[in-house]
């Protein structure tokens, strides 16, 4: 009998950021010139980073590939969110939801390690500068970013084990604007509070776990610049509370949407917002254009450009 009452969903309907036409409209405008600037942006700094060889260093390699984890991040949720608030169809088929949940995990946990391998990566030039080369070889570079993906996947992997037997039988309305496990599991035809724990513990440890490792790394850096030289002590703190604003703004949404016991709608929304369309933008700001060979990079490469464009 629970065969025959058994009915499968097979698509879900997003209720989106707000009922109101007008603050629609707002968020339509808004996403669209974000995600505009996201992917000039990202873009421009993996573009930069490849063809210029004085960038082919393990600190600039990282940045590479942390812009274009970023450029992923937003293509995943916000084109998708535009398209619905642009036509009004909040729908996503089951199997495109649950392929979302796994690459925005995916994603998000790779990036969470790149940012832990970054931090090594400053560790070592500024408390190691003679072995810097040495430790930071290519291979060494390779291992950090394959590290990176193969935990991401396995992570997502493990996410996605816990609720892969999951039955949906109605409702199927997600109260967001994209697919992810909390609400997912939510709508589940069966008792979650398991599931929920075991989704909320895998992913609390990886994101609070990366989060402490970043800010011990940090201030160990500061303690050994304090050491070795005081004058160089402001400098590095103005550097790392940018980078420490970053790494803050990320880690803060994920270990709320995880770990807070009370999910509030509109602050969960609030907290997607900046992680997939603010953090973006924010990320080659602080780490690639407040640098002086970054922008005198791309400066290049724009003019590159410009004269290949008249030429042809």
């Known amino acids: 009998?629970?065969?025959?009452?058994?009915?499968?969903?097979?698509?879900?309907?997003?209720?989106?950021l707000s009922t109101s036409k007008q603050i629609r409209h707002f968020f339509l405008a808004f996403s669209m010139v974000l995600y505009v600037a996201i992917v000039l942006g990202n873009t421009l700094v993996v573009f930069t980073l490849a063809f210029d060889q004085h960038?082919?260093?393990?600190?600039?390699?990282?940045?590479?590939?942390?812009?274009f984890i970023d450029l992923c991040l937003s293509t995943l949720t916000v084109p998708k969110m535009i398209s619905d608030l642009s036509s009004g169809h909040n729908t996503i088929s089951f199997h495109s939801c649950v392929f979302q949940i796994f690459v925005l995990h995916v994603l998000g946990a790779s990036e969470m390690v790149l940012l832990v391998a970054m931090a090594w990566d400053r560790y070592v030039a500024i408390c190691k500068p003679l072995h810097y080369l040495t430790i930071m070889n290519p291979r060494m570079c390779l291992l950090l970013l394959s590290g990176a993906w193969i935990i991401g996947f396995l992570h997502s992997v493990a996410q996605?084990?816990?609720?892969?037997h999951l039955r949906f039988c109605g409702p199927?309305?997600?109260?967001?604007?994209?697919?992810?496990?909390?609400?997912?599991?939510?709508?589940?035809?069966?008792?979650?509070?398991?599931?929920?724990?075991?989704?909320?513990?895998?992913?609390?440890?990886?994101?609070?776990?990366t989060f402490f490792l970043l800010i011990i790394s940090y201030i160990v850096i500061l303690l050994t610049?304090?050491?070795?030289?005081?004058?160089?002590?402001?400098?590095?703190?103005?550097?790392?509370?940018?980078?420490?604003?970053?790494v803050v703004l990320f880690f803060g949404p994920c270990i709320f949407v995880y770990m807070w016991p009370f999910p509030t709608v509109p602050v969960d929304k609030f907290l997607a917002i900046l992680d997939f369309m603010i953090t973006p933008i924010l990320n080659p700001a602080i780490y690639t254009l407040r640098n002086k060979d970054m922008k005198v990079a791309m400066r290049k490469l724009c003019v590159q450009l410009l004269h290949f464009r008249k030429m042809s």
């Open 225 to 246: 610049v304090r050491k070795h030289s005081s004058g160089d002590l402001s400098k590095a703190l103005s550097t790392l509370s940018a980078h420490i604003s970053v």
């Open 160 to 164: 996605l084990g816990f609720v892969v």
């Open 55 to 67: 960038l082919h260093s393990p600190m600039y390699f990282l940045l590479g590939n942390l812009s």
């Open 172 to 209: 199927n309305e997600i109260d967001s604007f994209y697919c992810d496990l909390p609400r997912f599991i939510k709508l589940a035809c069966m008792d979650n509070y398991r599931m929920e724990f075991m989704v909320a513990a895998n992913s609390g440890i990886i994101s609070i776990g």
């Open 1 to 16: 009998m629970n065969e025959i009452n058994y009915t499968k969903v097979s698509e879900f309907v997003f209720l989106g």
